[in-house]
């Protein structure tokens, strides 16, 4: 499995970073994580439009998913389309984004595939697990595994007994870290520290961490000691063009 970060700036993209985007690639099969603000031009660095075989999105925020549009223009709009690509999302998801359109101009473009978080499903030659984890809106977590491999991704979280469960044993563990030490009180039910995420992947004896959604201001030296207080294992900040491979 080949993990590649398009992106993994929370809320919002900055002048040299993306929001949340990742390509995970198996067997020759492109599936895209997360296909939020600015991560269409950072995906095309690494193949056309027509080369994604599957989308999946974790949550209906714009910055995991606004970005689904200019991928579909691109795919429709074309001299010869491909075939409709595949979405996956936890239900009403992707209203917002597939409404942006004049109705019916990128029917042709996709199938949506809706799911309630907590099934399971295959994409590929993955098999997909998911749980409801907490957020201002729906959020699915995410297991993400071929028979050699297993990458777990929190899309944005507060935080949850669900996450070390969801993450346990995963080869890398991509998880959400908005703030280093301490969420506002307000976001705290909804959002996650670098050090939570440290000690959720010390407790699923994960072989990675890497961290995404940091605020844009954050510093990723604070991001990576706030995490290192409590796991040992290695860690990374999820920025874009980062790879990641894995195998058992």
């Known amino acids: 499995m080949r993990l590649t970060v398009l992106g993994g700036c929370g809320a919002w993209p900055t002048a040299t970073q993306a929001c ?9 099969f492109r599936l895209l994580v997360d296909p939020g603000y600015a991560t269409f031009p950072r995906l095309l660095r690494y193949g056309g439009a027509d080369t994604v075989d599957a989308v999946l999105v974790s949550h209906g925020h714009p910055d ?3 970005d689904l549009n200019p991928l579909l223009r691109a795919r429709a709009l ?6 409709p690509l595949p979405l996956y999302a936890p239900p009403g998801a992707l209203d917002a984004v597939l409404a942006l359109d004049r109705p019916g101009m ?3 473009a996709h199938h949506l595939r809706e799911f309630t978080p ?3 499903f295959e994409i590929g030659p993955f098999t997909v697990g998911t749980r409801l984890l907490p957020h201002f809106v729906p959020n699915a977590g995410l297991r993400i595994a071929t028979p050699d491999a297993v990458l777990v991704y ?3 979280t507060g935080p949850s007994e669900e996450i070390p469960r969801l993450a346990e044993g995963a080869d890398i563990f991509l998880s959400e870290a908005t703030y280093a030490h301490q969420v506002p009180e307000a976001d705290a039910p909804y959002l996650l520290t670098a050090r939570l995420a440290g000690r959720y992947a010390a407790q699923a004896g994960v072989g990675r961490l890497l961290l995404t959604h940091l605020w844009p201001d954050t510093a990723p030296a604070t991001a990576l000691a706030a995490a290192a207080d409590s796991y040992a294992g290695p860690v990374a900040v999820a920025t874009q063009d980062l790879v990641a491979t894995t195998s058992r």
């Open 118 to 120: 907590g099934e399971g």
């Open 154 to 156: 929190t899309g944005d």
């Open 78 to 83: 074309s001299d010869a389309p491909p075939p």
């Open 64 to 66: 995991h998913c606004a």
């Open 106 to 108: 990128l029917a042709g």
């Open 20 to 28: 949340s985007g990742y390509l995970v690639e198996h067997e020759g």
